[in-house]
Nanobody, 124 residues
Framework: QVQLVESGGGLVQAGGSLRLSCVAS????????MGWFRQAPGKEREFVSA????????SYGDSVKGRFTMSRDTAKNTVALQMNSLKPEDTAVYYC?????????????????WGQGTQVTVSS
């Protein structure tokens, strides 16, 4: 089992920045991939970014590429999502997720463990 706790959400104006963090605990090995997903009201949960177990490889959704950066601190079992140039359409609940295996995964089905989510609201 992996427990995930997100933090860092909030309200920001368009063009601003926010940094989300996620702390993982409960699993003896940290060799698993992690991801960020988001879900806006009335929409399906969508892929935002993913990182492999070592932090060497990342993947991004098309809508956030070039604006968001995901990083991983393996010593602290944390991942972060730096979000710049935020747009109103980035408004959503952002979820941290942990995979069972160590790669970068874009599919929800690859992530058995989820955090409770943190709200990000971008005003125009």
């Amino acid at each position: 089992q992996v427990q995930l706790v997100e933090s860092g959400g909030g309200l920001v104006q368009a063009g601003g920045s926010l940094r989300l963090s996620c702390v993982a605990s409960g699993r003896t090995s940290s060799r698993y991939g992690m991801g960020w997903f988001r879900q806006a009201p009335g929409k399906e949960r969508e892929f935002v970014s993913a990182v492999n177990w070592s932090g060497d490889y990342t993947s991004y959704g098309d809508s956030v590429k070039g604006r968001f950066t995901m990083s991983r601190d393996t010593a602290k079992n944390t991942v972060a999502l730096q979000m710049n140039s935020l747009k109103p359409e980035d408004t959503a609940v952002y979820y941290c997720a942990a995979a069972y295996y160590g790669g970068t995964y874009r599919e929800l089905s690859q992530y058995p463990y989820w955090g409770q989510g943190t709200q990000v609201t971008v005003s125009s």
